[in-house]
């Protein structure tokens, strides 16, 4: 994974929707989720999956690897 595509996340705790940043762009996830850890999942999926990260993280096998910040 490059340095520019670093994995960052926003929950927000009042409605419970979830922002992921990655490589200067913002990607409002589709769910709500009841807690933080719930959003990161679905947002190391969502980068793994739609943006296409399992072709380019080379170290990461799966997923779950994914190094994810949350904010």
Not at 5 to 24: P, T, V, Y
Not at 26 to 52: H, N, R
């Amino acid at each position: 994974m490059q340095p520019d595509e670093n994995l960052q996340l926003h929950f927000d705790l009042l409605s419970h929707r979830a922002l992921l940043s990655c490589g200067g762009r913002d990607y409002l996830l589709p769910d709500c989720y009841p807690t933080k850890e719930m959003a990161q999942i679905a947002a190391q999926k969502f980068a793994w999956e739609t943006l296409g990260l399992k072709d380019r993280a080379g170290e990461c096998a799966q997923a779950s690897d994914l190094p994810v910040w949350l904010r």
